[in-house]
């Protein structure tokens, strides 16, 4: 009888030990559920550029300088866009700066989206530039729509210094030469 009071009593201790241990494994599986959840909150809430970053609306003017994209350009690349732009539209053509200045965060979640996209860094680096290495990012290069419009700055860009400098991008420009003179030859990021 004292032989079985011991044995329900040590199964009872083993029970009640195994519970204590399952409680304090079930809360520290809650509590790092919650700090990874409140770190991805953080994270992705504060993570998705906006108008502050350089994102721009459709249909954005070399003109609408109140956006920060157009705004943080470089005042003689804005000038010349603004220029260009006011000479298609007397030759019936609209268009529009689909992206200028990027803050360093939405450069990188650009690049993030390509290496994602391509499945290495180094393959997206042929489509997105490094943050500290982006003409965006300096404030030096605009991203220019609809095709029409980047044909027609192709043709006649350098009349006011701007030059398509990149051989797989038709639509991003920069003020690489003086106005009249020649553009230089365009890089390819893709044999790099």
């Not at 804005?78 to 019936?92: F, H, I, N």
């Amino acid at each position: 009888m004292l032989t079985d009071q011991l044995t329900r009593s040590g199964e009872r201790r083993n029970r009640v030990g195994l519970a204590i241990v399952a409680a304090v494994i079930s809360l520290a599986l809650t509590s790092c559920t919650a700090v990874s959840a409140n770190q991805s909150a953080s994270t992705s809430g504060n993570s998705k550029p906006d108008t502050a970053d350089g994102v721009m609306p459709d249909h954005t003017s070399a003109y609408d300088t109140s956006y920060p994209g157009i705004a943080k350009l470089d005042p003689d690349l804005r000038k010349a866009v603004q220029r260009a732009e006011s000479a298609m539209k007397d030759d019936g053509i609209k268009m529009q700066v689909t992206t200028g200045w990027r803050s360093k965060k939405y450069q990188e979640e650009l690049l993030t989206k390509a290496i994602r996209q391509y499945g290495s860094r180094k393959k997206a680096l042929e489509y997105v530039a490094d943050p500290n290495e982006s003409h965006h990012v300096t404030g030096n290069a605009v991203d220019l729509g609809p095709r029409d419009a980047d044909d027609w700055l192709s043709r006649h860009g350098n009349r006011y210094g701007l030059c398509q400098t990149l051989s797989n991008e038709a639509w991003h420009f920069e003020l690489v030469t003086k106005p009249g003179d020649d553009c230089p030859p365009m890089t390819d990021p893709t044999k790099g």
